[in-house]
């Protein structure tokens, strides 16, 4: 395979490599998720709907496919690069019930708290900071969305399989701008790093999006 975007297909290609090496028995115990040892794939949850992980020779598919759409793993060298991350580095660990926002996680959230700044929550508040109806209707098309009464308009949705996040705003006025909140579900310090936590973010906000009508 030719490298021609560098910044990302490096780092795939590097993680590529390491997924073929994976025990996949030892990764669905790890993840607490399915491994089919018979057709040799994973399978796990994004945002609601249900995919399928090919092993060793990774490629992703959906398991409700619909005619003419593509999903975000077919289509995105970062999204697909946070699944193999995910796959060979993840561990799950059930949460208590509690959120904390990105600044609070240990060590490594004031580190990348700028580019979560920037590709996260300002990303967030000015795309749908003054379109809250388009913002809500494109929640309720999640599978298993939770509607919430913080702030103005609030949802709470799983990432990935038993790791969840919300999305709260709070409607601008004459006065004051629209601003937003995300929150992780607590277990996320346990299973991802402060870098994929940033890709998390972004990935959620890109899939709002592209529910838009």
């Known amino acids: 395979m030719e490298i021609e975007n560098h910044k990302e297909e490096v780092p795939f290609e590097y993680y590529l490599e390491k997924y073929r090496l994976l025990d996949p028995q030892e990764a669905a115990q790890r993840l607490n998720i399915l491994y089919d040892a018979t057709i040799q794939e994973f399978r796990l949850r994004f945002m609601g709907h249900e995919y399928a992980i090919a092993y060793p020779a990774f490629s992703i598919h959906t398991c409700e496919p619909k005619e003419g ?104 006025d004459d006065e004051f701008p629209p601003s937003a909140q995300i929150l992780y579900s607590d277990n996320f310090q346990f299973g991802f790093h402060a870098e994929d936590m940033v890709v998390a973010g972004d990935l959620s906000i890109s899939t709002v999006k592209s529910l838009c009508a």
Do not use: H
């Open 69 to 172: 759409e593509t999903s975000l793993f077919q289509s995105s060298i970062p999204a697909q690069t946070f699944i193999l991350r995910y796959l060979i580095e993840g561990q799950y660990i059930q949460s208590s019930g509690k959120y904390m926002t990105f600044r609070e996680v240990p060590t490594y959230g004031e580190l990348y708290i700028q580019p979560f700044t920037g590709r996260c929550l300002k990303r967030l508040t000015y795309g749908f900071g003054f379109k809250l109806k388009a913002f809500a209707e494109a929640m309720e098309r999640i599978p298993g969305v939770k509607k919430l009464s913080m702030g103005d308009v609030s949802y709470e949705f799983e990432l990935i399989n038993g790791y969840f996040m919300q999305f709260i705003f709070w409607e601008g």
